[in-house]
């Protein structure tokens, strides 16, 4: 297949992801939505340890460069997606389901039991692009301390809890 290839992400790879990151969340503000808290992108370090556990994958498109990534840790016997971001010209062409197909496989591969994920319910490019993956939400009443964590973290960063959810794609053999 041509076009931009996935891979694991490098050292080199990491200052890179900032602009990347951002250049996502202008999706949000050009939908009328802009992020909740307007926080900067994560800094290089913050990707490091994630990088280091081989759970950083980028979209590499030469000569261009890098026009997306996905970010993950292994937690709860799965993978747990922190970001996915594709630069905002490189968007609605598939590359993002790339990136999480790619992800997906992988993670099938080393026999994880499942991908979680925090997410928007109601924003098209959000819930809705991750039960088309086979994502389901998760009930609040089978949320596992660490997701009930990063949700409550995210309600304090300002983002309504009304709005957002929890999502599982359990792995099958």
């Known amino acids: 297949m041509s076009g931009p290839i996935v891979r694991q992400a490098r050292p080199y790879d990491l200052s890179r992801l900032g602009a ?64 996915i971001d594709v630069v905002m010209d490189h968007q609605r062409k598939g590359h993002g389901r790339r990136l999480m197909q790619w992800v997906i496989g992988w993670a099938k591969a080393k026999g994880l039991a499942a991908l979680t994920l925090t997410t928007f319910r109601d924003v098209a490019w959000n819930a809705p692009f991750y039960a088309s993956l086979g994502f389901v939400e998760i009930p609040a009443c089978e949320l596992s301390p660490r997701l009930i964590g990063i949700l409550e973290n995210q309600a304090a960063r300002g983002f309504d809890p009304r709005r957002r959810c929890a999502m599982r794609l359990t792995l099958e053999d």
């Not at 250049?23 to 280091?52: C, H, I, K, Y």
């Open 20 to 83: 990347i990151e951002a250049s996502g969340a202008q999706t949000f503000a050009a939908a009328g939505d802009p992020l909740a808290d307007g926080s900067p992108p994560a800094s290089p370090d913050a990707w490091r340890a994630a990088m280091e556990a081989g759970c950083v994958w980028v979209l590499d498109d030469p000569p261009e460069g890098l026009i997306g990534f996905l970010a993950g840790e292994l937690a709860e016997h799965g993978l747990y997606i922190a970001e």
